[in-house]
């Protein structure tokens, strides 16, 4: 099993551009999300997935969208970056249990110009 | 709202001491509670994860406990060795977090681990 695979490893965006975080796990978990993490704020929620069709927001959804396709693929889309997006990127799943730990990606960092 | 603070935020000790990582939560209504290690560049991993019904959890060389009433976790690693130099995160699911699975995460505690 691969686990939770990221990509790109590292980005650099000038404001107003857009791109898309891939994420992917071969584990068939049906909990999928995304986390922001940035320095003295810890990681914060930004978009999760119960299952394929299914997303919601977390709690700092604003200027990211998500689609849940497949139960492997959760990609991740800044429509317009910002500077204050620069940050780096997490993708994590589970099974829907809530007694199950999360597996985490190993990240996606991300600066914008 | 559930806060979670990680004390002390950095540690130096020499390889061999045993050591303690604090995490406290300001409610205690969760449905576990869990230790992960992060590495310079790297994602997380997941090292224990402790149930609220639990009292402590065991892997290798680390013990974690749990005690709900007064909010307070510990981490402890038995003979350090400087592999195990990393962040340490601690992270509370909240009872009432439902579908969101939402984990409220600490700043982590720094830990470096000398020869």
């Known amino acids: 099993n691969a686990g939770v695979t990221q990509t790109p490893k590292f980005q650099v965006l000038k404001t107003g551009q857009s791109m898309t975080l891939q994420c992917a796990q071969d584990?068939?978990?049906?909990?999928m999300s995304w986390y922001r993490q940035d320095p003295g704020m810890g990681l914060r929620l930004i978009h999760y997935s119960v299952g394929a069709g299914i997303t919601d927001q977390g709690e700092v959804p604003n200027g990211y969208n998500v689609s849940r396709s497949t139960t492997e693929d959760f990609p991740l889309r800044l429509l317009s970056a910002a500077p204050s997006q620069t940050s780096v990127y997490f993708c994590a799943s589970s099974p829907l249990y809530s007694g199950e730990t999360q597996y985490f990606g190993p990240g996606t960092r991300l600066l914008v110009l | 709202k559930q806060e979670v603070t990680q004390i002390p935020a950095a540690l130096s000790v020499p390889e061999g001491e045993n050591l303690v990582l604090n995490c406290s939560f300001t409610d205690s209504a969760i449905y576990n509670l869990q230790w992960f290690r992060q590495d310079p560049g790297k994602g997380l991993t997941s090292l224990l994860l402790?149930?609220?019904s639990q009292r402590e959890q065991t892997s290798g060389r680390l013990n974690a406990s749990l005690d709900k009433s007064s909010g307070r976790s510990t981490l402890y690693i038995a003979a350090s060795q400087p592999g195990d130099s990393a962040t340490y995160l601690c992270?509370?699911?909240?009872?009432?977090?439902?579908?969101?699975?939402?984990?409220?995460w600490g700043l982590g505690t720094s830990l470096a681990v000398n020869p």
């Open positions: 584990m068939n978990h049906e909990y």
């Open positions: 402790i149930q609220s």
């Open positions: 992270a509370v699911k909240d009872f009432n977090a439902g579908n969101n699975r939402k984990l409220i």
